[in-house]
């Protein structure tokens, strides 16, 4: 019975450790970038755009496929109408006849094909453009995340050190404190200076308390960031002394078509530009052509099984359209779309401005706070 529960217990253990280790995860700063990635909603939300934007690529092709269909019609004339028949057809005098089924009914097959219609070709390039503008947008949003992640990880490593320096200058203060007290109590020291090294104590006490609260904060933020399990318990492996801090490694001004900022607003420009030809395109004739085949029943009942009654035909036709009238409102389309070609080029000329601007401040900033780091590590 003891080697029972002596194995139980042993079990039990080990269950625990285990699961302590399972909630354990050691991660670099890329590990975190790439597991947070990876975890996202919204990322894995955005990849949806993709998707749509691609199905819309292949909704545009199929127009080009032919349109077919099936009708029925069935119709019952209690009381056929008459036609006129002049003089001279079946006598001398002009007359009116009755003539038809009163049952009447028609099942076929209807086909229609495009033939030419230029803004179809235009839809497929539009689509197309949509799907590399959304390519562009997750881009985006991806390196969005990865500011937040690798901001919140360097956070982490930030507030630990500002935690154990907050520690250690806690125990600094309590040894002046106990000597301050010693040397009151043997007479060399003022109460005042007593009481204020005391203080400093207290204070240290206080800092100590909101260094480990920050820390604690950024922790819980690393893991919203990764989209982890708060039980996790995290351990960062990089420190602010391993993180790569390289001046050569920042973007420059010759850089600014990677950007896909830059990016986005050149494929809306070509956009704007496929939109103003597909709207002088809607100005174009388009043909196509249509086909019929049909069978006709006529008698005087539904009575289908009388098969000399039934009687096929068929026709073949081509269709041209021109528009006109719609040509009007077409001429405001083109406009509308030449206007937000012009603010897509002025967008794109502010967008290059402040990422100059950008790229400049960040290499300042970034050549201040190592000169800072260095200066506070000495």
């Known amino acids: 019975m003891k080697k029972v529960i002596i194995i139980v217990l042993a079990f039990l253990s080990f269950s625990g450790y285990a699961q302590q280790a399972t909630n354990d995860l050691k991660v670099s700063l890329q590990e975190a970038i790439d597991l947070g990635l990876k975890n996202r909603y919204d990322i894995q939300a955005d990849k949806y755009n993709l998707v749509i934007a691609d199905n819309e690529i292949g909704k545009s092709k199929k127009e080009w496929i032919p349109e077919i269909s099936g009708s029925g019609n069935i119709r019952y004339s209690p009381q056929i109408q008459s036609t006129y028949i002049p003089a001279g057809y079946f006598g001398n005098e002009a007359g009116l006849v009755t003539l038809g089924a009163k049952s009447s009914s028609v099942f076929g097959l209807d086909l229609n094909q495009t033939i030419y219609k230029p803004g179809i070709n235009s839809d497929i390039k539009i689509a197309k453009n949509k799907l590399e503008l959304e390519k562009e947008k997750n881009r985006q949003n991806e390196n969005d995340i990865k500011e937040k ?11 630990d050190l500002q935690s154990n320096i907050a520690g250690a200058d806690e125990q600094r203060y309590k040894e002046y404190e106990q000597v301050a007290e010693g ?27 909101k260094a480990k609260q920050n820390y604690q ?13 708060d039980e996790t ?3 960062l492996s990089d420190s602010l002394d391993a993180a790569n801090f390289l001046l050569d ?9 990677n950007r896909t900022e830059i990016e986005q607003l050149l494929l809306q420009q070509q956009g704007n ?5 597909k709207s002088r395109q809607n100005a174009l004739p388009s043909v196509g052509l249509y086909a019929n085949y049909s069978k006709q029943y006529l008698n005087t009942n539904f009575d289908y099984s009388l098969s000399q009654w039934w009687s096929p035909y068929s026709y073949v036709g081509l269709r041209l359209s021109i528009p006109i009238t719609s040509n009007l409102k077409n001429h405001h389309s083109v406009q509308e779309n030449q206007f937000r070609s012009i603010q897509t080029d002025l967008d794109l ?3 290059q401005a402040d990422i100059n601007y950008e790229v400049q401040k960040a290499s300042f900033e970034l050549d201040n706070a190592q000169k800072n780091m260095s200066t506070a590590k000495k």
């Open 249 to 257: 490694q920042l973007p420059t001004k010759n850089d600014l078509v």
């Open 233 to 235: 318990q995290l351990v």
């Open 149 to 159: 992640i690798a901001y919140a990880y360097l956070s982490v490593v930030l507030r």
């Open 183 to 209: 040397k009151m109590k043997a007479g060399s020291l003022l109460e005042n200076d007593y009481l204020k090294a005391k203080l400093d104590y207290e204070n240290a006490k206080v800092e100590t308390q």
């Open 273 to 277: 530009k496929l939109q103003v030809n």
């Open 349 to 351: 000329k502010q967008k």
């Open 217 to 229: 904060l950024s922790l819980d933020n690393i893991k919203y960031q990764m989209n982890v399990p």
